[in-house]
């Protein structure tokens, strides 16, 4: 059930000093979310649900239905006399969600509808990936292209669909509330004032104005699998991005963590060998340099073409490959065992390109996870891989529009940390816009 803390009866409530239409949209957020986890409800057991007036729930709901953002189905027949319950559902057919990845080779851009069922998806090369300002330019020149086939109707049968806002999802230490990519190691990019250059190329098309959020790669793939799968087997839920290193984005109680500075899930620093070898940051023995496929290319340079390489290594069985793949495999098992010791998951998702090692890094992983469960007399949490692969990230992205845009107050938070006025006064089409 959703906290009922950010529920608040626009029937019932008593005058207060604020804004109206801001409790107005936490109901209907609410009740978005509720549907989100509980599809089939009727607007009965929503009001039940979510301590609402049933009126209450009949008017948001028929805005909702309105705006494409509900839909109903068969009615249900439930046995009792009166008018049957209606069930509700996200509706999948009206709106979009965009999402970007920004990867260190190449970037992905893909639409989504509200269930996380990808619409559209484009690869975007860099003309120079070391030029911030190329590689930011080629992708919200993409996201807009996008959002221009989604605005028009594909054909008999088919509608055009709104974007209710776009997410990026980025390698490296992102400040959300300033819109800045403070620093991505392997891209070399440093303090990139990425929210103001996307918004600058979104002037004048159908995205300008719309909400643009960004966050850690990991957290967006974490919000990925939170968002659009069964939510009720997913809390807490951590996802385990293992690429050039090693980031983890993590969600309890229906929130993702972020921490004092924005910066949590950065275990590719957590000390997995002391004394071990030297690790970019300056420390010695962390996850990055025993576990992330940097530290697996040893002196080649990191590249799409240098990882493909090691991936034909493997897969040839090449036995010194095979030895270092299976030895940051157990070390991957330990620290498996670390996040489980201090989150108590009920799933670990372990996605990135490492995925394509195969059985070659997850088996020792697996292996060594199980031998620290056994002597402890506990059941490991699930370990399994991203339902969305290689487009975990970008779907991810997308997932990161509707977690915020459904909650209201994060973004209020978000605006307040950031030093902007607040955004609850400016509402267009039900949705908190960007002061």
């Known amino acids: 059930m959703l906290h009922n803390h950010h529920i608040l009866d626009v029937d019932r409530a008593m005058p207060v000093t604020g804004d109206q239409q801001l409790l107005k949209q936490l109901n209907r957020m609410a009740l978005v979310r509720q549907v989100s986890i509980q599809p089939g409800l009727s607007r009965a057991a929503l009001a039940d649900v979510l301590q609402l007036t049933k009126s209450t729930v009949s008017m948001l709901a028929r805005e909702l239905v309105d705006e494409g953002w509900l839909a109903e189905s068969e009615l249900l027949v439930t046995g009792e006399v009166g008018r049957r319950a209606t069930p509700l559902h996200l509706a999948p057919d009206r709106l979009a969600l965009l999402g970007a990845e920004l990867g260190v080779d190449e970037a992905r851009v893909v639409a989504t509808n509200l269930l996380g069922e990808v619409l559209d998806t484009r690869i975007v090369s860099y003309e120079d990936a070391a030029d911030p300002a190329s590689c930011l330019r080629?992708?919200?020149?993409?996201?807009?292209?996008?959002?221009?086939?989604?605005?028009?109707?594909?054909?008999?049968?088919?509608?055009?669909?709104?974007?209710l806002g776009v997410g990026l999802g980025l390698h490296g230490a992102v400040d959300e509330a300033r819109g800045v990519l403070r620093h991505a190691p392997h891209l070399g990019w440093r303090d990139v004032d990425v929210a103001g250059q996307v918004q600058l190329h979104f002037a004048g098309s159908p995205l300008a104005g719309l909400p643009l959020y960004m966050q850690n790669e990991a957290n967006v793939a974490a919000l990925g699998e939170f968002e659009f799968t069964d939510q009720a087997s997913t809390d807490p839920l951590i996802y385990l991005s293992i690429g050039y290193g090693v980031g983890a984005g993590v969600l309890v109680n229906d929130r993702l963590l972020t921490g004092l500075h924005g910066f949590a899930g950065e275990v590719g620093h957590a000390i997995l060998q002391a004394d071990g070898p030297p690790c970019s940051c300056g420390r010695r023995g962390c996850a990055d340099a025993l576990i992330g496929l940097g530290s697996l290319l040893g002196k080649e340079r990191p590249s799409h073409a240098a990882l493909e390489r090691l991936f034909a290594r493997v897969a040839d069985g090449e036995r010194t490959t095979c030895a270092a793949v299976a030895a940051a495999g157990h070390q991957l098992g330990i620290l498996l065992n670390n996040l489980w010791a201090g989150f108590d998951p009920m799933a670990i998702v372990i996605g990135g390109p490492a995925l394509q090692l195969g059985d070659a890094l997850i088996a020792p992983a697996r292996a060594v996870l199980?031998?620290?469960?056994?002597?402890?007399?506990?059941?490991?949490?699930?370990?399994?891989?991203?339902?969305f692969g290689a487009q975990a990230v970008a779907v991810g992205a997308a997932a990161l529009v509707r977690y915020r845009v459904t909650r209201p107050l994060d973004v209020q938070s978000i605006e307040r940390r950031a030093g902007r006025p607040l955004a609850a006064a400016r509402m267009a089409d039900g949705v908190v816009m960007p002061a």
């Open 370 to 387: 199980a031998q620290y469960a056994d002597a402890a007399l506990l059941t490991a949490p699930a370990i399994r891989t991203s339902h």
């Open 138 to 163: 080629l992708v919200a020149l993409a996201l807009v292209r996008l959002a221009r086939r989604l605005g028009r109707a594909a054909g008999a049968g088919t509608q055009a669909r709104r974007v």
